[in-house]
């Protein structure tokens, strides 16, 4: 007899990779906390119906960490999570990436004082992640900074 195969439903987000480049022109990933568990993580949220995922991410960074910047239009990857809902179930978040050269760090921000916001060395973020998919966007911004 057949095994039966349960598929869980998946919400889409989309998630900015804010970054900058220090004075040596070394890149600085700025991560931001998750507001249930403190975790270092990018921003990232749900897509409103009337609006693109690209904008959606931009948001997100503003209203988590109260960083502005030209959000890229085309995704760099993408990764899959499993989350516990609080009535047990799991749920499956399937999270797109967009690309933030930051231009500007506001003093106030919707979601100050809710997370920890830092910015690090490239190396560092990729270990606080703790995500290969993140961590590899990364890379890749790196090598692709460093080819300009």
Do not use: C, H, N
Request: glycine letters at 8%; hydrophobic letters at 45%.
């Amino acid at each position: 007899m057949p095994a039966t195969i349960r598929r869980l439903p998946v919400e889409i987000q989309s998630a900015a990779l804010p970054y900058r480049l220090d004075a040596a022109g070394a890149v600085e990933i700025l991560l931001v906390t998750t507001a249930k568990r403190g975790r270092w993580s990018i921003p990232k949220g749900r897509v409103p119906t009337a609006m693109g995922f690209a904008e959606s991410a931009a948001k997100e960074a503003y209203e988590e960490a109260g960083v502005l910047g030209e959000i890229r239009q085309t995704a760099s990857g993408s990764f899959r999570i499993t989350k516990r809902k609080p009535d047990g179930s799991a749920q499956v978040i399937e999270v797109w990436v967009y690309l933030m050269p930051v231009t500007r760090a506001l003093d106030d921000w919707p979601e100050k004082g809710r997370r920890r916001v830092e910015w690090f060395p490239l190396e560092r973020a990729k270990a606080l992640v703790g995500e290969p998919a993140v961590a590899g966007i990364m890379e890749r911004l790196a090598a692709e900074l460093a080819g300009a």
